[in-house]
């Protein structure tokens, strides 16, 4: 049974940081691509980045870029996103997802790509 969980959000200023971990089991974590999405109050679920099995090729959200940093360790089967820069728009519930198959392209973008999903952990930015 794949189990996706996800760690390291709370509340934060604007212009702070914060580094979310999901911790993957029950598959063989580094054959797979890896995102996070978020979902604020009221809004559909949105894309915010992703990363290749190898970790050698990554995509990101106009909104994110240059701010988020996505990352993995397959030793530790866990997938990170850095956050800088935070702004009161961030708020959201943020999901981490293992893809489907064993690819990665630029439809990773979407979240019809993945099939396993964490409960999620909220983030709250003030300003």
């Known amino acids: 049974q794949v189990q996706l969980v996800e760690s390291g959000g709370g509340l934060v200023q604007a212009g702070g940081s914060l580094r979310l971990s999901c911790a993957a089991s029950?598959?063989?974590?580094?054959?797979?691509?890896m995102a996070w999405f978020r979902q604020a109050a009221g809004k559909e679920r949105a894309f915010v980045a992703a990363?290749?099995?190898?970790?050698?090729?990554?995509y990101y959200g106009d909104s994110v870029k240059g701010r988020f940093t996505i990352s993995r360790d397959n030793a530790k089967n866990t997938v990170y996103l850095q956050m800088n820069s935070l702004k009161p728009e961030d708020t959201a519930v943020y999901y981490c997802a293992s893809a489907r198959r064993d690819e990665f392209y630029s439809d990773a973008k979407r979240s019809a790509f993945y099939d396993y999903w964490g409960q999620g952990t909220q983030v709250t930015v003030s300003s």
């Open positions: 029950g598959r063989t974590f580094s054959r797979y691509g």
């Open positions: 990363i290749s099995w190898s970790g050698s090729t990554s």
